[in-house]
């Protein structure tokens, strides 16, 4: 079987997984999306669970070719599904834990030290330790928003730019990085919106600084060191934020 299938086939299997997670966290977050719901929430959930497995495997197949065009490696996911030894790179795994510490750091702090101050529904809401959150943040943070945003737009707009310019230099890269981030950030406005009943200019300068600011660093490990560091990373995102932040700030 082609190594990309395989890829994209064990990719999609994670995110067919987490998306038993998501509606139930969801609902969590935001009860009042229980009344929107016009089936039963089994059925919403395997609904959700087949729509991820049909889209990440979609886009992971078309974001191995593009991370092929694009420079940008995938050795663990090639090796891993080829049965080969793989080494980790030290400097990687070490960047990836101070990126998850750092990007989980911020989150939880800038909530906690600034916007609670400004946005009354963050004061009267405090987070709380969920397992619930945590494995979602894990398995669908980690992976399936990893295969989206880095491995099939950041590569896109790598594969394009390079295109356009006929060249690869390292501010093509950083476009990427910085564009895909955008695009991730601007994607949680309709769930923000759902949050906090709208939109204010805070509101929007929060998400896109809390939502995007990861997307720098993960960006940068894929670039450097792999995809499976950017996926790391993430999922240390929140399993910082979960087992260390909130608990130490809350």
């Not at 935001?30 to 059925?43: C, D, H, Q, W």
Request: net charge positive; charged share 10%.
């Amino acid at each position: 079987m082609n190594t990309d299938l395989r890829i994209s086939l064990l990719l999609a299997a994670i995110s067919f997984s987490a998306g038993f997670l998501i509606v139930p966290y969801q609902l969590q977050l935001m009860p009042e999306v229980r009344e929107m719901l016009t089936i039963s929430v089994p059925v919403a959930t395997l609904l959700s669970s087949v729509q991820l497995f049909i889209l990440s495997f979609i886009l992971a197949f078309a974001g191995c070719k593009l991370a092929r065009r694009a420079e940008l490696p995938l050795p663990f996911f090639r090796s891993l599904v080829s049965r080969k030894a793989f080494q980790f790179d030290q400097r990687g795994v070490v960047r990836a834990v101070v990126a998850g510490l750092l990007t989980a750091f911020l989150i939880i702090a800038s909530d906690r030290f600034y916007f609670a101050d400004h946005i009354p529904h963050l004061q009267s809401n405090p987070p709380e330790f969920s397992v619930l959150a945590l494995l979602a943040g894990v398995l669908y943070g980690g992976f399936v928003e990893e295969v989206m945003l880095r491995l099939f737009l950041m590569s896109a707009f790598v594969v394009i730019l390079a295109i356009l310019f006929k060249k690869k230099p390292a501010t093509l890269y950083w476009t990427a990085i910085i564009l895909a981030s955008l695009v991730f950030a601007a994607g949680h406005l309709p769930a923000t919106i759902t949050l906090f009943g709208g939109l204010t200019p805070l509101i929007i300068f929060r998400s896109f600084l809390l939502n995007g600011i990861g997307g720098l660093f993960f960006g940068y490990l894929f670039w450097k060191h792999g995809f499976i560091y950017a996926v790391i990373a993430h999922m240390l995102t929140h399993i910082f934020m979960q087992l260390v932040f909130i608990p130490a700030f809350y």
